[in-house]
Nanobody
Framework: QVQLVESGGGLGQPGGSLRHPCTASGDTLDYHAITWFPQAPGKEREGVAC????????LYADSATGRFTISTDYARRTAFLQMNSLRPEDTAVYLC?????????????????WGQGTQVTVSS
C-alpha cells in the first residue's frame, strides 16, 4: 500500500510552466503506474499523463501530448509532472494516483492510491 503526497502546483501564466511532484510513502514506486488526473467542473475523468516505473512506458492524453512530461526520482520516491505551454483550460485540482503494475493507463478505475491533490490555476 503506497500513500501519495503532492506538492507544487500554483499559479501559472498561459504559455508558462509548472512542476507538480508526487511523493510516495509506505512503499516505493517500483512496479507502479503513476498518473495525474485533473479534477474540475466540466472535465472528463481521464488522466493527462501516466508513467510506468517498471516498464518505462509513458502515456499522454491528446491535450497533454507535447506539453506535459513525467520524470521520476526513484531514490526520493517522487514522480514529477512537468506542465509546459500552459493553457487556461489546464486549470484544475490535479491528483496523482498509483497502482501496482507494468501497464500505463489514463483510466480512473485502474488506480487505487491517490494523493490529496494540488490546485493548478492558469490565468493571465
Amino acid at each position: 500500500q503506497v500513500q501519495l503526497v503532492e506538492s507544487g502546483g500554483g499559479l501559472g501564466q498561459p504559455g508558462g510552466s509548472l512542476r507538480h511532484p508526487c511523493t510516495a510513502s509506505g512503499d516505493t514506486l517500483d512496479y507502479h503506474a503513476i498518473t495525474w488526473f485533473p479534477q474540475a467542473p466540466g472535465k472528463e475523468r481521464e488522466g493527462v499523463a501516466c508513467f510506468s516505473s517498471s516498464s518505462g512506458r509513458t502515456l499522454y492524453a491528446d491535450s497533454a501530448t507535447g506539453r506535459f512530461t513525467i520524470s521520476t526520482d526513484y531514490a526520493r520516491r517522487t514522480a514529477f509532472l512537468q506542465m509546459n505551454s500552459l493553457r487556461p483550460e489546464d486549470t484544475a485540482v490535479y491528483l496523482c494516483a498509483s497502482e501496482p503494475g507494468s501497464w500505463v493507463s489514463l483510466n480512473v478505475g485502474d488506480f487505487g492510491s491517490w494523493g490529496q491533490g494540488t490546485q493548478v490555476t492558469v490565468s493571465s
